[in-house]
Structures are given as structure tokens and as C-alpha cells.
């Protein structure tokens, strides 16, 4: 098939999509038929891997043929150069289709907090997306595109995968360039991935990731890393510190995948939550979330009334925090990484829901600060430890919801984790 006939079906589902607030800026037809011809011209080779496949990215993420808004149109800017980590994508043959909504300036982990509209659930209209990639992931979840960069900085690249039935890759701190990246936490942000399946995760990692001089937080990667042996031990919280906050569905799918883990080889180990939860709780209810405020405090203060309001909200938090209280939390993370160091002896990786539940449209709406909270029990420590981190999806619910379990490890197992997720995943996600 010609990549020209390729552009054309994404033309053709784009406009039969039923979710209008997936993107916020479109490629022109023009264009993409313009690009796919270019394609066309230039042939298959190893060196386009990603040769005439359409993808997406957040609009946080710089495109050069687009404005970036990070879903704020009073913010939007209009970048000379891609983000580097799309010009490698686009190098390698891959073909732009537009840029995704999202909670605003990478802000929520929910998917409502936009005034581009609220992408929802592709099972389930009635349900959030999860964010703050929402748009990125009902995009390759609504097959509008094959895969999709989102950023994940609080679980952004992996609630948004659990609840559209995806693949999520959350790579290792600087392992892919934030350059041309509007940043949320500068010091934690990860460009993720959006898949359908692990082996499309990888390729594209390996496509995008690499050190980048220009980005002060990108790293090299280590020349080897032992991979997870083929007998594991794999770290579950205690009973009590498990939560579903009332989804029982979700917790019965969660034993499942334990079980199916023992079934490859695993063995379960119980293991101490309450450093992993406590970190978590730092992020937005510490020092940290000053962060934060200093990447977009000073736009919105020069902006009086522009930004969404529960993301004004939460970046003011900031201002209520000193110098002094920023060393304070520094040390407390660095005791409870210390605590978590027992952990990483007793296992090779974490088994943990990617969310504890999904909610409804209208009960976010209501509640947005506790219900997104409780969407970052399991993922909001993950960037502030150095972690990497594989979702993948673990089955579905009687109501048709899917359901997700995450893989956690130490930094630079990305490829491991995509090797273990292999051998986990169910036939429709290898």
C-alpha cells in the first residue's frame, strides 16, 4: 500500500471521529497528502523505520507546522523548530497528523481541564479519559493514528493508557528530550508513548530516546542492564494498603493479573507501601508542586482570569511555599527513597494497578481535586524515585471499562520492562 492511500484512510476517519475535543490543531489535508507523497517519492529503507506511520502529539510537545497552546490559547506561541524528539520521529519517516488536547499546561490526570473540551472514555462516552495525555490516547485508542506522544510527569502517559485500553510507556528520566517540551515539573517531565501494543512502544523508543546536549536533563544511557530473569519476584502492597476506593472490579481484575504473573514465573513479595504512597503525596501536596508555579506561575500572573481554574488553583499552591520548605521535602524524599532501597532488593519490578478505579464525567466535574488524587495513588511517585514504568492493559470489567496494571522498576529498564511486558501481555498487545 502506498503511504499516499494510508493518509487518506486517516483523512477519512478523521472525520467520521465521533470525539471533536480530541485534537486542538489538525493537519490540513493538504498537507498530510502533501507528506504521504513526499513519502511515496523517497521509498521504505532502514533508515525510515517509522516509514509513512501517522502519529500524534500533545500540544505541549513543539511542532513547527502548529501552534503549541498547552490547551491554553492565550498561552499559544508559534514554534520555529519540532521538539527534538519529534523531528527524530518525523526523520524516521513517521507522518504528523495534529496536536492533542489536554488537561491544561500538563495539569490533572483526568482529561477535563481544557477549554478545548473534554476528550471521554472510548468504551464508554461517560467516562474521563484520564490526562493529562487525554487527547493523545483517544486518538491511537479511536485508531485515528498508531501511536502518540503524550508527557508524564504525575501518570499522565499511563492512567490515560489504562483507561483507553492502551500501552504506556513512561521511559526513564531524560532518556527522551524534553527539548521544545512546555514544562510542568522541569526537573521530573518524560515525553511518554501511546501504543496498542509493547512491540510498537519499543520501536518507538528506540527511535526518539537518546542524549540530547541541549536538553540540562537529558542522560546517557547506561551501556547494559540486567534484564528480568525468566524466574521474578515481583512486589505487592499489603492488603491495607491497597485501594480501589470502592471499585470492586477493578480489585478482582488486579488479583487476576497477580495470578498471571505466577503463571510466567513469578513470585509475589509483600512489600512496605507507605514510602511509595507518602512520595506520591509530595508532588502536589509538598514543595514540589512549586515546580509548577515556576513554569507557568508567572504567565498566568501576567494574565489575570486566563487558565483554567482548578489549574490556577493548583499552580498557585506554589506561592505558599519558601526556599526553606523546598530543602525540607528534599530530604524527606531522599529518607524515603532511602526506605525504599530494602524494596528493590527484595524485587525486580512492581506489579501495581495503573488506577484504582475510573469516574464518571459528572463526578469529576464535582470533586476534582480528591478524585484526581486518588487517580495518582499508584503513579505519582514513579518520576520523583527515577523510575521507568510499562503500562499495559489487564482486561476489562463487566460494564466493558477496561482495566490496567503497571510494571515499575529502576531507571534504564525500559527495554526490561518491555521484554517482561511481552512475555505478560495478552496476544491483542504483544
Not at 219 to 243: A, W, Y
Not at 369 to 382: E, M
Request: hydrophobic share 45%.
Amino acid at each position: 500500500m502506498r503511504v499516499y492511500d494510508v493518509a487518506v484512510e486517516v483523512l477519512k476517519r478523521l472525520t467520521a471521529a465521533a470525539d471533536k475535543s480530541i485534537w486542538i490543531t489538525r493537519v490540513t489535508n493538504e498537507a498530510l497528502l502533501a507528506r504521504a507523497a513526499e513519502l511515496d517519492r523517497m521509498g521504505p529503507s532502514a533508515d525510515l523505520p517509522l516509514f509513512g506511520i501517522p502519529f500524534a502529539v500533545k500540544d505541549n510537545i513543539d511542532v513547527a507546522a502548529f501552534p503549541t497552546t498547552a490547551a491554553c490559547p492565550e498561552f499559544a506561541y508559534m514554534p520555529k523548530v519540532d521538539a527534538t524528539v519529534v523531528r527524530k520521529l518525523l526523520d524516521a519517516g513517521a507522518m504528523c497528523v495534529g496536536k492533542t488536547n489536554l488537561d491544561q499546561f500538563a495539569t490533572g490526570l483526568n482529561g477535563t481541564r481544557s477549554p478545548y473540551g473534554a476528550p471521554r472514555c472510548v468504551f464508554n462516552s461517560g467516562y474521563i479519559s484520564g490526562g493529562s495525555s487525554s487527547g493523545s490516547a483517544v486518538a491511537v485508542a479511536s485508531e485515528l493514528v498508531s501511536f502518540a506522544l503524550g508527557t508524564d510527569t504525575a501518570g499522565s502517559g499511563r492512567v490515560p493508557a489504562s483507561f483507553n485500553n492502551l500501552v504506556g510507556l513512561k521511559p526513564t528520566k531524560g532518556l527522551l528530550s524534553t527539548t521544545g517540551v512546555v514544562p510542568a515539573c522541569r526537573s521530573l517531565d518524560c515525553v511518554s508513548i501511546f501504543t496498542k501494543t509493547i512491540s510498537d512502544a519499543r520501536t518507538v523508543l528506540n527511535v526518539a530516546g537518546g542524549f540530547d546536549a541541549v536538553d540540562v536533563f537529558s542522560r546517557r544511557r547506561p551501556p547494559s542492564v540486567v534484564p528480568i530473569p525468566k524466574s521474578f519476584r515481583f512486589g505487592v502492597p499489603q492488603d491495607g494498603q491497597l485501594k480501589f476506593f470502592g471499585d470492586g472490579a477493578a480489585h478482582d481484575l488486579y488479583l487476576a493479573s497477580l495470578q498471571r504473573l505466577r503463571a510466567i514465573g513469578g513470585e509475589p513479595v509483600t512489600i512496605d507501601y507507605s514510602p511509595f504512597d507518602e512520595t506520591a503525596l509530595l508532588l502536589y501536596g509538598g514543595a514540589f508542586v512549586a515546580e509548577r508555579t515556576a513554569a507557568v506561575g508567572a504567565f498566568l500572573d501576567a494574565n489575570p482570569g486566563v487558565g483554567h481554574p482548578v489549574v490556577r488553583r493548583i499552580v498557585d499552591t506554589g506561592k505558599d511555599f519558601s526556599a526553606r520548605d523546598a530543602f525540607i521535602d528534599s530530604y524527606r524524599l531522599a529518607a524515603l527513597r532511602r526506605r525504599t532501597d530494602v524494596t528493590w532488593e527484595q524485587v525486580d519490578l512492581l506489579a501495581l494497578p495503573t488506577a484504582g478505579t475510573i469516574y464518571t464525567v459528572d463526578q469529576m466535574l464535582a470533586d476534582p481535586i480528591t478524585l484526581n488524587s486518588n487517580l495518582g495513588y499508584y503513579t505519582n511517585f514513579v518520576n520523583l524515585f527515577d523510575l521507568s514504568a510499562l503500562a499495559v492493559p489487564a482486561g476489562f470489567r463487566e460494564t466493558g471499562l477496561p482495566f490496567g496494571i503497571t510494571f515499575i522498576a529502576p531507571a534504564w529498564h525500559d527495554e526490561a520492562l518491555c521484554e517482561f511486558g511481552l512475555r505478560y501481555a495478552l496476544p491483542s498487545t504483544l
